[in-house]
């Protein structure tokens, strides 16, 4: 029975104490500091609540920055993908897609003036030698063998954000509830003689207020009171004035699937593969996209070759420690990792790392090929997988976010992340989400902040009862203080409780901690 429960929950190996590695950020040689753990195996669930305090995968290696600490802060973010507008560089980006699949046209100026590329360092921070010996002694197989005996499209973006502003505070659900932790909102009660009065009619833009003055004065001079050319009209004249632009904004999919000529010069198809070995199409694909991964690596990183192999894209991209899900109200592809394949004119010129998770889309990774640099394909694939969170919502309605990792504002080249708007940052302290906007005067005086306003707020998902956390030794399970009294090294407590803290309560019950 024990076996049997063991093999179908999450099973993690926690290291004691936090690690310092070279930062990828600021170069700093043992700046960067986190705690992490090996995760065996783990269900979508526990990975969203995990993800929803901070921590990050990289392969099978979970880590969580320690925020006050580290050298370069990592908070992370999320975009609420159902609100989102594209600015006006993303429009560009869209556009010159569009241009190079209808005529072949390829954009002779540079892309400095658009958000950067999302090369997701973060992804792969850390010390690969680590990680690497710890995916040799952390094996799974062996475990197992001792275990043997919108809301819709279209809405204006000022309706959806005031509909969110509101929902936000009445929505607010606990962390390890069954659901995403709660979004913080602060808004001030315009005072009296400020702010806008509804009352009156809304302000016009000046140059629409010209042309209707303009048309009024033409029509008065008309010889039959009406404008030339157009018989004068029967009816009051403010029938015929042209009507106001719709405020209304096009949306990312009318942006992004406009339809091409039939004769168009290229053919881009967007393929999403569930990352296994077992999977048909991802095994035929295997060696063309590794070979994308080490030109990738080698000319936007600068990798050596040795240090871009086989072995280390297996264990940082294609091996996930996520099971994959596919209950009957989920997306029809499922939950759990995939890749996100960019097909141009028969081969793959870019992969999306993705993780689908119960309440949101999880950007793990993103290589191209450097030859198609033109076309911004960090930018437009950030773009496809918002479009692609908000179409798997129409089916799944509580997924809705797009995460896209980790913000760092001390770091220029990361500040591309807040572009996406509007977007959320995650408390360091209390675990709730608060608006970018409202985070970022505080990250501009410090790197490490605390975003909750509110000081008598705690965490409310933290550990109460650790003696509840869930141990699995000796192929057993049972409760940490049924465990402890087996033990007789007292320094084991500490690690243990350390572990909890980081967790919180929910996914220390759930979670099965592996003790040796």
């Known amino acids: 029975m024990a076996s049997r429960a063991a093999l179908s929950s999450s099973i993690v190996e926690y290291f004691e104490g936090e690690d310092f590695y070279r ?40 880590y969580k920055p320690v925020m006050n600490q580290t050298c370069c802060p990592q908070y992370t973010i999320r975009c609420r993908s159902l609100q989102f507008q594209p600015s006006k560089s993303h429009k560009k980006v869209l556009k010159k897609m569009l241009k190079f699949l209808a005529k072949g046209e390829i954009s002779k100026g540079n892309c400095e003036d658009e958000p950067m590329e999302p090369t997701m360092e973060d992804a792969v921070a850390g010390d690969v030698a680590l990680i690497n010996k710890l995916d040799i002694q952390c094996d799974l197989q062996k475990l197992k063998e001792s275990l043997e005996c919108e809301e819709k499209k279209g809405r204006s973006s000022k309706k959806a954000e005031s509909h969110e502003l509101i929902q936000s505070q009445d929505t607010e659900e606990k962390l390890g509830s069954g659901g995403p932790s709660h979004s913080i909102e602060v808004h001030a009660v315009p005072k009296p003689g400020k702010g806008a009065d509804l009352s009156k009619p809304p302000c016009r833009k000046a140059k629409e207020i010209r042309k209707e003055r303009k048309r009024l004065k033409l029509a008065q001079q008309s010889p039959a009171g009406g404008f030339e050319g157009v018989q004068a009209p029967r009816e009051p004249l403010s029938l015929f004035l042209p009507k106001a632009k719709s405020s209304q904004p096009k949306s990312l999919e009318d942006l992004m699937f406009e339809s091409l000529p039939e004769n ?46 086989k072995t280390e894209f297996t264990r940082f991209l294609c091996s996930s420690p996520l099971e994959a899900e596919n209950p009957p109200n989920g997306p029809d592809c499922g939950y759990g990792s995939f890749h996100q394949q960019y097909w141009l004119d028969g081969k793959i010129i870019a992969v999306g790392v993705i993780d689908i998770l119960p309440y949101c889309v999880s950007s793990v990774y993103l290589y191209y090929d450097p030859d198609y640099s033109f076309l911004s394909l960090g930018v437009y694939s950030a773009l496809r997988e918002i479009a692609f969170t908000r179409q798997l919502h129409e089916k799944t309605p509580q997924l809705s976010y797009y995460y896209m990792g980790f913000y760092i504002h001390s770091c220029p080249k990361m500040k591309y992340k807040g572009h996406y708007r509007p977007s959320d940052l995650l408390c360091p302290e209390t675990y709730v989400w608060v608006p970018i906007e409202q985070c970022l005067p505080s990250l501009e005086n410090s790197k490490y902040c605390r975003f909750n306003q509110d000081p008598e707020a705690v965490d409310e998902g933290r550990s109460k009862e650790p003696d509840r956390l869930q141990v699995f030794h000796k192929k057993a399970i049972m409760p940490y203080g049924v465990y402890k009294k087996q033990q007789k090294d007292p320094s084991e407590e500490a690690a243990v409780l350390q572990y909890a803290r980081l967790v919180g309560q929910a996914c220390s019950e759930r979670l099965l901690l592996f003790r040796s």
Request: proline share 5%; charged share 25%.
């Open 23 to 62: 930062c990828g950020y600021c170069k700093n040689e043992s700046g960067s500091r986190s705690n992490g753990m090996w995760a065996h195996s783990m269900t979508v669930q526990d990975y969203q609540d995990l993800i929803d305090r901070g921590w990050r995968r990289s392969g099978k290696y979970v």
């Open 264 to 309: 168009a010069s290229h053919k881009l198809e967007v393929r999403l593969v569930p990352v296994s070995f077992e999977d048909p199409e991802f095994k035929s694909s295997f060696s063309q996209s590794f070979s994308l991964y080490v030109k990738y690596q080698m000319a936007i990183h600068l990798d050596p070759p040795d240090e871009c192999g």
